[in-house]
């Protein structure tokens, strides 16, 4: 294979067109009044988990976040936009740079994309803030993730396992890789930052991010 067509656009977006249409086919699936209802129980069953393990400690985060108005603002759009942004940003600059990583790193994210819908099928999860005691931080900041427009492009019931955290172990391994001195020690801190925001802005529990990164690492570990 010559190295043009190595980098071949149309299977590139053929290739993010259908694990979108999948997770849209997953998504369909689940977004009913008996899944919205699994979900919920799920959700409940998790943060009962997470208090037997005495690791329920979303509450606590998110009280220092509240009372901080302006770092919640900050998280908030940060969980909205910055994930997706950096690992779709970073996939692109390889892309246009014809780096010979781009393929690995490509793959590891799609392993990590695809590689949770089953469990989004097989057990939907409500976010906490859909919970009683956690605040919709997002919400409180201006951003309605739940608009019937939104809704319509995402899964609102695929907390377990956080994509965040899984794309933040990718590509923060990937950058971080790359990277030399403090800027290595920044990128390596990446997934643990992302940790703190979907947490502090209740979009997933402790054990969410837990799974995510397990399926982030496994993703990059089988693409190696």
Known sequence: MSHTAAFDA???????????AAYLAVR???LTPAGRER??????????LERRLGIDVEGAVQRGVVGAPALARALS???AGLNVGLS???????????DPGYHR????????????LPVFLALPTAPPRTQDGYVDTLGAAGIDIEHPLLVRFYNPLAALPSHHAAFAVVTGSGLAARARGVRRVAWAAYPPLVAVVVVATANHFVLDVVAGAALGAAARALTR
Do not use: C, T
């Open 39 to 48: 979900a919920h129980r799920n959700a409940r069953r998790l943060l009962a």
């Open 77 to 79: 759009a940060g969980y």
């Open 28 to 30: 369909r699936a689940v």
């Open 105 to 116: 790193e490509r793959r590891a994210a799609v392993a990590a994309f695809l590689g949770a």
């Open 88 to 98: 779709v940003g970073w996939l692109a600059r390889l892309y246009a740079r014809r």
């Open 10 to 20: 149309r299977r590139e977006v053929l290739l993010g067109l259908g694990s979108y």
